[in-house]
């Protein structure tokens, strides 16, 4: 619901530093598995109850995640780089919640219902995609993207919003998955609308 918006404020900035960082003969795809190495790094401190160190390596995580595509837009995009990008951010953000849990089992339910809801955003977001790429359908709202962004109430501000509030107070975790996984399913239903009504034409 906020990417588009806040593409608006994020994106100089973060295409400046992509520039320089392609000067220097950096790759997207290294940005990317560093990222997602550091990402990595966040679930352990998760699993372990340090949710500090988990604050700070899931932000390093998402600015290298926005750093990557401004570094390919300034030196080579490619559709392998555009796979790995979103790929590996489906798999950290699942990973942050299922290893909440693995630090805290008394989460696992709400922790469940949260990655469910995540498989139904994301598979909705997916399928989208592809069909609109098959149909040529193309959309710049939140930048440059090597495949279509759909929006939604839940998108990538609003789950780094949950992740920070998790860390900061998790011991609210339990209402933040309950109320977030319903956003997600009301994300999902309106995709799934759009989808219809996009495609059944």
């Known amino acids: 619901m906020l990417d588009a918006r806040l593409r608006k404020i994020i994106d100089p900035p973060l295409d400046a530093v992509g520039r320089r960082l392609a000067r220097?003969?950096?790759?997207?795809?290294?940005?990317t598995w560093t990222g997602f190495l550091v990402g990595c790094g966040a679930w352990v401190m998760l699993a372990l109850g340090s949710?500090?160190?988990?604050?700070?390596?899931?932000?390093?995580?998402?600015?290298?995640?926005?750093?990557?595509?401004?570094?390919?837009?300034?030196?080579?995009?490619?559709?392998?780089?555009?796979?790995l990008d979103i790929v590996l951010d489906f798999l950290f953000y699942?990973?942050?919640?299922?290893?909440?849990?693995?630090?805290?089992?008394e989460a696992a339910l709400p922790a469940a219902?949260?990655?469910?809801?995540?498989?139904?955003t994301g598979a909705s977001f997916l399928a989208f995609a592809a069909?609109?790429?098959?149909?040529?359908?193309?959309?710049?709202?939140?930048?440059s993207k090597s495949?279509?962004?759909?929006?939604?109430?839940?998108?990538?501000?609003?789950t780094i919003a949950l992740f920070i509030a998790i860390c900061l107070l998790?011991?609210?975790?339990?209402?933040?998955?309950?109320?977030?996984?319903?956003?997600?399913w009301l994300t999902t239903t309106v995709r799934i609308y759009m989808a219809l009504e996009t495609f059944r034409r």
């Open 24 to 31: 220097l003969g950096v790759t997207a795809d290294s940005v």
């Open 51 to 83: 949710y500090p160190w988990a604050l700070a390596l899931i932000l390093l995580n998402r600015l290298a995640d926005g750093l990557d595509g401004a570094v390919a837009r300034h030196s080579r995009i490619s559709d392998l780089g555009g796979y």
């Open 94 to 105: 699942s990973g942050v919640v299922f290893f909440f849990a693995v630090g805290r089992p």
């Open 113 to 120: 219902f949260l990655i469910f809801s995540f498989v139904g």
């Open 131 to 143: 069909l609109a790429a098959k149909r040529g359908v193309t959309t710049t709202a939140r930048g």
């Open 147 to 158: 495949i279509y962004y759909l929006g939604g109430l839940t998108e990538g501000s609003e």
């Open 170 to 184: 998790p011991q609210y975790f339990a209402w933040f998955a309950w109320i977030f996984g319903g956003l997600c």
